[in-house]
């Protein structure tokens, strides 16, 4: 009941004019940011940071999580049309996906994705409506020592399940708690590696870290990469599933929302586990498994639908608990820091405007986004001819300008540049970005925390054993690695580096370089189907775009 | 559990190679140069943070200073660097036209906050962009010096005009 009422008033402050303008932008730009290649959630919630400084802290978090979610949305509209995933979540998109088009339903399969998107979607804020309140208030027990194993469980969570070395994303996410140590000490107000420098005393800021990172680093990565060549043409037809085509999803979409609702709860679940797992499970209750990878329609549903569950159940940890599942979130937790609001289990009583507002919105945008993504889907599509060569010097005026906003600081403005091509190098060297910005986010809480915990108990350690939640903790940490080690060494023995569709040749998946000038290619995917009339994208080359910001560098070659 | 198997599961019943879906591959063992730059990028920041917390103090156990969890991080980077450097990983180095594109990219990039207080918002912004669209992205002179022009202009009067940002002009 209290839910209720809560969500009445969250409705009554979302449905403000003002709100509502800003969940419009928000999932708009979202979808448009989800669908361009180049530019993923995280580097347009960096580089919107600083614009938020003069909206109210509910619009803000609003339009924030519109642009998060409205993501999810955008991105399987390239993994669909052309198979480039917008985001790693999508990639699973692309396996049925892309045939679906190469079959002249590229309008069904926007469809379908955006209908399961929405119920994955409405479901997953039923959820995050009934359970928040509950875990918000059992998070209201919590003490420094169990703060501390909730951020460092989340942090542990995110890293282990992050592609890539493992060893490499503790490392970065170390290096992220280092950078945010620069600047005074929280207690005693002493310089931490500032090294004399004035500059250094007032930290690194958030906003130069994080657009530096994921705006500037992608823009050095789109410069090595190539700048994405954009599309000729797009066409689309017929937009709404066939009864067929409702009959065989209507169940994949149902379970797949669960799935999504509660891996996306987990840190580090959300995305690409989520919709991996849903993709894994629709196959075994599938009438026909043959298809997966083919074209299967409950498949693709079942991806995408888990996708948006996940990313909406994503804001449970964030709200109730102030433990960020994932960089996107972990920026939002920022921006929500930088309007002097601490998300966590105060934040319902302290900030109940912000908390019930921003669920509330999250529907009003679920449906927003169904009604742009159904009509508006053709216009969309338009904007896959916009080229990166076009978007990299607007990213780069729009991030300077930003981070400058900030503090008035060219100092700022340079450490974003600094980030910028530290975050290029990190990501050439193969480390995973997501980590990074956690370390950078969660270290300082993880800190104080621990010096807290240690001053209350007068030195003791054996304090963080005698907390219920910590010793939870400790076994579902020391759970997870045990599972990380018998899955990667026991059970999963590592196949070779090669991104392919199931039940497709690797060749025929694989897209084509040219060894001469690194050019790449994408054949049409397909058993010897002539090429559709409808849904027909024809893709210049070399086609290149920025993969997801907190993934390593692509290697493409295969072979 | 055959990895070539593409329907092969594993025990959380997702597909055999997850890094399959997880976007790019896991990229450390194969193709490319050996990584020997890598481990700096922690080494550096560890041994500063070991030096400077030291420096700090660690105080007591019941009033940890600011300088134990600078100590801690350190050694775990620097342990992390020589992990790496153990491992061997492999890196790609970018191809030459990326190389290229790259330098002018970080050039515009770098010119940006060295001009700005000299020359102000428009006229940084616009060597920074030109750097980048005419000569990292190759576009054509008359494409480059519009977006050169234009982008900076219309951003400061977002900003400035609309935001009431304090942006140098000129």
């Known amino acids: 009941m209290d839910a209720l009422i809560g969500l009445g008033e969250g409705f009554a402050v979302a449905f403000q004019p003002v709100n509502l303008l800003f969940v419009l932008i928000g999932v708009t730009v979202g979808t448009l940011i989800g669908l361009l290649p180049g530019l993923g959630p995280v580097a347009t919630i960096a580089l919107l940071l600083p614009l938020t400084f003069s909206m109210e802290p509910t619009t803000a978090i609003m339009m924030l999580a519109g642009i998060y979610y409205g993501s999810m949305y955008g991105g399987r509209i390239p993994a669909i049309l052309l198979r480039l995933p917008g985001d790693a979540s999508a990639v699973v998109t692309t396996f049925d996906g892309y045939p679906l088009a190469q079959q002249g339903r590229a309008g069904p399969a926007l469809g379908i994705t955006a209908i399961g998107s929405f119920i994955g979607g409405t479901i997953a804020i039923l959820g995050l409506t009934l359970l928040a309140p509950v875990l918000a208030g059992v998070a209201g027990q919590v003490q420094a020592a169990d703060m501390f194993a909730l951020a460092a469980l989340g942090l542990l969570m995110v890293t282990m399940v992050g592609s890539g070395s493992k060893v490499k994303a503790f490392a970065g996410a170390t290096l992220g708690m280092m950078v945010a140590v620069v600047g005074l000490d929280p207690i005693t107000a002493e310089g931490r590696m500032t090294f004399g420098s004035i500059d250094l005393i007032g930290g690194i800021h958030i906003v130069a870290v994080a657009v530096g990172l994921f705006g500037i680093g992608e823009v050095l990565h789109n410069a090595d990469q190539g700048f994405y060549a954009g599309v000729n043409k797009t066409k689309l037809e017929r937009i709404l599933p066939t009864r067929a085509d409702w009959i065989l999803t209507r169940f994949a979409i149902l379970r797949a929302a669960v799935i999504g609702f509660f891996i996306g709860v987990i840190p580090g679940g959300g995305g690409t586990i989520s919709s991996v797992m849903s993709y894994g499970v629709q196959k075994k209750f599938s009438k026909q498994p043959e298809k997966f990878g083919k074209g299967a329609i409950d498949g693709l549903a079942a991806t995408e639908t888990a996708d948006n569950a996940s990313s909406n159940s994503a804001f449970i940890p964030l709200l109730t608990l102030g433990v960020p599942p994932n960089p996107v979130l972990a920026l939002i937790f920022g921006a929500l820091l930088l309007h002097n609001i601490t998300p966590g289990p105060n934040l319902i009583e302290d900030n109940p405007d912000v908390f019930w507002g921003v669920i509330a919105s999250m529907y009003i945008g679920n449906v927003l986004l169904l009604v742009l993504n159904l009509p508006l889907i053709g216009l969309f599509t338009n904007l896959l001819r916009v080229r990166g060569a076009v978007m990299a010097p607007i990213i780069a005026i729009v991030a300077v300008a930003g981070v400058y906003s900030v503090r008035n600081s060219v100092f700022d403005v340079a450490m974003c540049v600094v980030f910028g091509i530290l975050g290029y190098l990190l990501r050439v060297f193969n480390f995973n970005l997501g980590p990074f910005i956690l370390g950078f986010i969660l270290g300082p809480i993880l800190e104080l925390q621990f010096r807290r915990t240690m001053m209350v108990s007068d030195g003791d350690l054996g304090v963080f054993l005698e907390r219920p939640l910590v010793l939870a903790l400790l076994v579902l940490a020391v759970l997870a690695l045990v599972w990380y080690v018998v899955d990667r060494f026991v059970l999963h023995h590592r196949a070779p580096l090669i991104m392919r569709n199931p039940g497709q040749p690797v060749t025929e998946a694989m897209p084509v370089v040219d060894p001469a000038s690194g050019s790449r290619t994408r054949r049409r995917v397909g058993s010897g189907a002539a090429a559709p009339e409808d849904g027909d994208v024809d893709v210049r080359e070399p086609v290149a775009r920025g993969a997801s910001p907190s993934e390593p560098r692509r290697d493409e070659r295969r072979e | ?170």
């Open chain 2, 1 to 170: 559990m055959s990895s070539t198997d593409p329907h092969a599961t594993t025990l959380t019943g997702t597909p055999a190679d997850l890094d399959q879906y997880e976007g790019p591959p896991h990229r450390d063992d194969v193709g490319g140069r050996p990584d020997r730059f890598s481990w700096l990028l922690l080494a550096v920041p560890g041994a500063l943070g070991v030096w400077d917390g030291l420096d700090l103090g660690l105080g007591t156990p019941a009033r940890p200073g600011g300088g134990l969890w600078m100590v801690i991080l350190g050694v775990l980077l620097l342990v992390f660097a020589v992990v790496v450097v153990i491992q061997g990983h492999l890196f790609e180095v970018p191809r030459r036209d990326g190389l290229r594109r790259l330098v002018f990219v970080a050039a515009g990039l770098i010119a940006f906050p060295v001009l700005y207080p000299l020359v102000g918002f428009v006229i940084a912004g616009f060597v920074m962009l030109l750097l980048i669209s005419r000569f990292a992205a190759q576009e054509s002179w008359k494409s480059a010096l519009l977006v050169s022009v234009l982008a900076p202009v219309l951003v400061y009067a977002a900003f400035a005009l609309g935001l009431g940002v304090n942006l140098k002009l000129l």
